[in-house]
């Protein structure tokens, strides 16, 4: 009988049509195609809506769209309305430039968002600098995309991953020890977050144990659990995100280890929690956002304009990313009367965001120098089960504001070039 | 360092064990009919999210032993309306169909249950490890590799000893000749499918309880069956086991000295195998089956 792998490897005009096949998939039309007038605005929003990162880029979806809407409602930009067409990235480098590609060049797009993969977000950096659009990157954290990398069009909503190691380490140094032992997703993200949290670690005269570096979309993190008890630390912290962090510390629960060994981590976020069995929701984080916060102006609204959205859950802090990038290009134009990119990038050099966008207690302003958002770490601890509302996952004990937890621009490496 | 390895090598043959039961799934439908059944892991999702359905009414037990026939009855659906008329065409056809089919699924998956991951809760007395120094040996996964040693044998019995595991036995050497003899290739097929992927839904509830449960759990756990298949070699089911333990440990073992290649060492041996033996490890040669 004929060995089907063997054949479908000899017979390779079929495979080369297969694969053909399956290359036009990824650049097939956009998941939100609205009513489009010639004259409307367009935002283009790229972001993973399939993959592991579905959950977080589902939500920073929702919260754009929720953004258009209060804007067209109150006249659009420039009197005119706008509408957003979202492309999927699949959490893949190739997929979301070509995506990227196709917003600027055939829709046309005003402005893009995107993406919540730190090295689709930087890749998709590189395009829109070279097409000088303005681009406003909602939810990928690498140093790197505000740092030595940064471009006069980019700006940035989530924190640095040295925002987030920043905003942790003297708590957990001081309260848990400083022998750590870091489980870390091996790509972008995980690296430079890895570095930050390590540099500080150092600085304060602590120890590395170990880094176990692993794959995106592991399954199984039994072999590096059982390394990182061997090595003793006084803390074991997760950088993983996403299923990996569900993963991984419901592993760490059944093995026992949380009861041997401090867990915790810098970013955690309530897709993550939820996903969890109660009895794995454990550890210091920081929240980048959080939806519970009594006597803040406008948070309620903004909850419960989600909850309508979403089948009556609350919005995560993806949810504010979403809303907080589209909404920054409809105040920069409005208030510049323009849509000329150069012009509204360097309209947004230390631009405050009003009450309404900001939801937080903080002031929270793009900075000059790097155009990273200075946004709050929302610091404390996650919660087997929330006291008035099954959704609040997490107690939050102090909200440290963005200029506290960013390094100073001159440390970032960012040197930002304008077009002559 | 002895006690390391030895922890690691034991944790292997956990995570071997859970391959070993998507990879028999896997085998089972490629010998017979000739299709590499991509969406096996979209298949395995659809059975854990049964699970996390029905766990409210009838618990985890009730759902362990109910979600994997639904998943089988699914699974023979779609192969009487999608994979049945591609039988007899170029591999390439079922291969393609059911790429897509995993698509489908994982997005369908995410349309009914949402992209955000669910918690499922095993019973509290096997969530713990049996012992301190064992730690990574929790009752769940010990009660795991028995579902699978359980499921493993069962499937032995079924294929040495009834006419039907008699049929699918001959029919993968030669299934023109048992049609000929007036076996129904149809129902033979249908029920050999059905049987595959009952292997694919009852992984899906077993990780769902170790895991978290998400639509895209099931390709990460995919390419390992794969693996574990052509390592083993292809055609044959003990190869399959053999294989599906010898890529757990490889990445236990990996995962201790250079965690980052934990994934690739999979392909690493997989690459031995093919260019030492490229039947397999048990394969025979010049045959499929």
Same mark, same amino acid.
Request: charge should be neutral; proline fraction near 5%.
């Given at each position: 009988?004929?060995?089907?792998?063997?054949?479908?490897?000899?017979?390779?005009?079929?495979? @080369?049509?297969?694969?053909?096949?399956?290359?036009?998939?990824?650049?097939?039309?956009?998941?939100?195609?609205?009513?489009?007038?010639?004259?409307?605005?367009?935002?283009?929003?790229?972001?993973?809506?399939?993959?592991?990162?579905?959950?977080?880029?589902?939500?920073?979806?929702?919260?754009?769209?929720?953004?258009?809407? /209060?804007?067209? &409602?109150?006249?659009?930009?420039?009197?005119? #309305?706008?509408?957003?067409?979202?492309?999927?990235?699949?959490?893949?480098?190739?997929?979301?430039? #070509?995506?990227a590609?196709?917003?600027i060049?055939?829709?046309?797009?005003? =402005?893009i968002?995107?993406?919540?993969?730190?090295?689709?977000?930087?890749?998709i950096a590189q395009v829109t600098a070279e097409k000088?659009v303005l681009h406003?990157?909602?939810?990928?954290?690498?140093?790197?995309?505000?740092?030595?990398?940064?471009h006069?069009n980019v700006?940035?909503?989530?924190?640095?991953?040295?925002?987030?190691?920043?905003?942790?380490?003297?708590?957990?140094?001081?309260?848990?020890?400083?022998?750590?032992?870091?489980?870390?997703?091996?790509?972008?993200?995980?690296?430079? @977050?890895?570095?930050?949290?390590?540099?500080?670690?150092?600085?304060?005269?602590?120890?590395?144990?170990?880094?176990?570096?692993?794959?995106?979309?592991?399954?199984?993190?039994?072999?590096?659990?059982?390394?990182?008890?061997?090595?003793?630390?006084?803390?074991?912290?997760?950088?993983?995100?996403?299923?990996?962090?569900?993963?991984?510390?419901?592993?760490?629960?059944?093995?026992?280890?949380?009861?041997?060994?401090?867990?915790?981590?810098?970013?955690?976020?309530?897709?993550?929690?939820?996903?969890?069995?109660?009895?794995?929701?454990?550890?210091?984080?920081?929240?980048?956002?959080?939806?519970?916060?009594?006597?803040?102006?406008?948070?309620?609204?903004?909850?419960?304009?989600?909850?309508?959205?979403?089948?009556? /859950?609350?919005?995560?802090?993806?949810?504010? =990313?979403?809303?907080?990038?589209?909404?920054?290009?409809?105040?920069? &134009?409005?208030?510049?009367?323009?849509?000329?990119?150069?012009?509204?990038? /360097?309209?947004?050099?230390?631009?405050?965001?009003?009450?309404?966008?900001?939801? /937080?207690?903080?002031?929270?302003?793009?900075?000059?120098?790097?155009? #990273?958002?200075?946004?709050?770490? =929302?610091?404390?601890? &996650?919660?087997?089960?929330?006291?008035?509302?099954?959704?609040?996952? =997490?107690?939050?004990?102090?909200?440290?504001?963005?200029?506290?937890?960013?390094?100073?621009?001159?440390?970032?490496?960012?040197?930002?070039?304008?077009? &002559? | 360092?002895?006690?390391?390895?030895?922890?690691?090598?034991?944790?292997?043959?956990?995570?071997?064990?859970?391959?070993?039961?998507?990879?028999?799934?896997?085998?089972?439908?490629?010998?017979?009919?000739?299709?590499?059944?991509?969406?096996?892991?979209?298949?395995?999702?659809?059975?854990?999210?049964?699970?996390?359905?029905?766990?409210?009414?009838?618990?985890?037990?009730?759902?362990?032993?109910? +979600?994997?026939?639904?998943?089988?009855?699914?699974?023979?659906?779609?192969?009487?309306?999608?994979?049945?008329?591609?039988?007899?065409?170029?591999?390439?056809?079922?291969?393609?169909?059911?790429?897509?089919?995993?698509?489908?699924?994982?997005?369908?998956?995410?349309?009914?249950?949402?992209?955000?991951?669910?918690?499922?809760?095993?019973?509290?007395?096997?969530?713990?490890?049996?012992?301190?120094?064992?730690?990574?040996?929790?009752?769940?996964?010990?009660?795991?590799?028995?579902?699978?040693?359980?499921?493993?044998?069962?499937?032995?019995?079924?294929?040495?000893?009834?006419?039907?595991?008699?049929?699918?036995?001959?029919?993968?050497?030669?299934?023109?000749?048992?049609?000929?003899?007036?076996?129904?290739?149809?129902?033979?097929?249908?029920?050999?499918? +059905?049987?595959?992927?009952?292997?694919?839904?009852?992984?899906?509830?077993?990780?769902?309880?170790?895991?978290?449960?998400?639509?895209?759990?099931?390709?990460?756990?995919?390419?390992?069956?794969?693996?574990?298949?052509?390592?083993?070699?292809?055609?044959?089911?003990?190869?399959?086991?053999?294989?599906?333990?010898?890529?757990?440990?490889?990445?236990?073992?990996?995962?201790?000295?250079?965690?980052?290649?934990?994934?690739?060492?999979?392909?690493?041996?997989?690459?031995?195998?093919?260019?030492?033996?490229?039947?397999?490890?048990?394969?025979?040669?010049?045959?499929?089956?």
């Amino acid at each position: 009988m004929k060995n089907p792998i063997v054949s479908l490897v000899s017979d390779r005009r079929a495979l @080369l049509k297969g694969a053909a096949a399956i290359g036009a998939l990824q650049i097939a039309s956009p998941f939100v195609v609205p009513v489009r007038a010639a004259d409307n605005i367009k935002m283009g929003m790229v972001d993973p809506l399939t993959g592991v990162y579905a959950a977080p880029a589902g939500n920073e979806v929702m919260g754009a769209k929720l953004a258009v809407d /209060q804007i067209n &409602a109150k006249g659009g930009i420039l009197g005119r #309305q706008v509408e957003l067409l979202v492309e999927d990235s699949a959490n893949d480098v190739g997929t979301g430039v #070509q995506k990227a590609r196709k917003l600027i060049e055939r829709d046309n797009v005003n =402005f893009i968002i995107g993406d919540v993969n730190s090295g689709i977000a930087a890749a998709i950096a590189q395009v829109t600098a070279e097409k000088k659009v303005l681009h406003v990157v909602s939810g990928g954290h690498t140093d790197t995309i505000t740092g030595k990398d940064c471009h006069w069009n980019v700006y940035r909503v989530c924190n640095t991953t040295r925002m987030e190691a920043n905003s942790v380490s003297d708590l957990l140094y001081n309260k848990y020890g400083k022998k750590w032992h870091f489980i870390t997703p091996d790509y972008a993200f995980g690296h430079t @977050l890895y570095d930050a949290c390590a540099a500080n670690l150092k600085k304060r005269g602590g120890t590395v144990t170990g880094n176990e570096l692993t794959p995106l979309g592991t399954t199984d993190f039994s072999a590096y659990l059982i390394k990182a008890r061997a090595a003793q630390p006084d803390v074991l912290l997760l950088l993983v995100q996403g299923s990996d962090m569900i993963n991984c510390l419901k592993q760490i629960v059944q093995f026992g280890l949380d009861k041997q060994i401090h867990v915790a981590g810098t970013q955690q976020e309530l897709e993550s929690l939820a996903g969890l069995p109660p009895e794995a929701r454990i550890g210091i984080w920081m929240f980048e956002w959080y939806w519970k916060q009594p006597g803040v102006p406008h948070v309620a609204e903004f909850v419960a304009e989600i909850r309508k959205r979403n089948g009556g /859950q609350v919005p995560t802090a993806r949810h504010w =990313f979403g809303y907080t990038s589209a909404m920054t290009f409809a105040l920069v &134009a409005n208030q510049q009367k323009s849509l000329d990119a150069i012009k509204l990038a /360097q309209a947004l050099d230390d631009f405050e965001l009003p009450p309404d966008v900001k939801l /937080q207690p903080n002031k929270v302003y793009y900075r000059k120098g790097d155009h #990273q958002l200075m946004t709050s770490a =929302f610091i404390g601890e &996650a919660l087997n089960k929330g006291k008035d509302d099954p959704e609040d996952l =997490f107690r939050v004990d102090s909200v440290v504001p963005g200029d506290k937890t960013a390094p100073p621009v001159a440390d970032t490496g960012c040197t930002i070039k304008w077009p &002559a | 360092m002895t006690q390391l390895l030895l922890f690691n090598v034991t944790n292997g043959l956990i995570i071997g064990a859970f391959y070993v039961l998507m990879a028999l799934g896997l085998s089972l439908i490629l010998n017979l009919s000739n299709v590499i059944n991509f969406a096996h892991g979209g298949f395995l999702v659809i059975g854990g999210y049964i699970a996390y359905t029905i766990t409210p009414y009838v618990g985890f037990w009730g759902a362990l032993l109910i +979600a994997p026939p639904i998943t089988a009855l699914i699974g023979l659906a779609v192969e009487r309306t999608l994979i049945r008329p591609l039988y007899g065409r170029d591999p390439l056809y079922s291969l393609l169909l059911t790429f897509g089919l995993a698509f489908i699924i994982e997005d369908g998956t995410r349309f009914i249950w949402g992209a955000q991951g669910k918690p499922v809760t095993v019973p509290a007395f096997l969530a713990k490890p049996i012992s301190y120094d064992f730690f990574f040996i929790t009752g769940y996964r010990l009660f795991m590799v028995a579902t699978v040693v359980f499921a493993v044998a069962l499937l032995f019995v079924l294929l040495r000893y009834t006419r039907l595991g008699m049929r699918i036995r001959a029919g993968t050497l030669d299934l023109e000749t048992v049609s000929a003899l007036g076996i129904n290739v149809r129902i033979l097929r249908s029920l050999n499918f +059905a049987v595959g992927i009952f292997l694919a839904g009852l992984s899906g509830v077993l990780a769902a309880g170790q895991l978290g449960l998400e639509p895209t759990m099931g390709t990460g756990l995919l390419m390992p069956s794969f693996i574990a298949i052509i390592v083993g070699g292809v055609g044959s089911l003990t190869g399959t086991l053999l294989g599906g333990l010898l890529i757990g440990v490889a990445s236990g073992l990996t995962a201790m000295y250079f965690p980052a290649a934990s994934e690739a060492i999979m392909y690493v041996l997989m690459a031995v195998v093919l260019l030492v033996r490229p039947r397999g490890l048990l394969g025979e040669e010049g045959m499929m089956t």
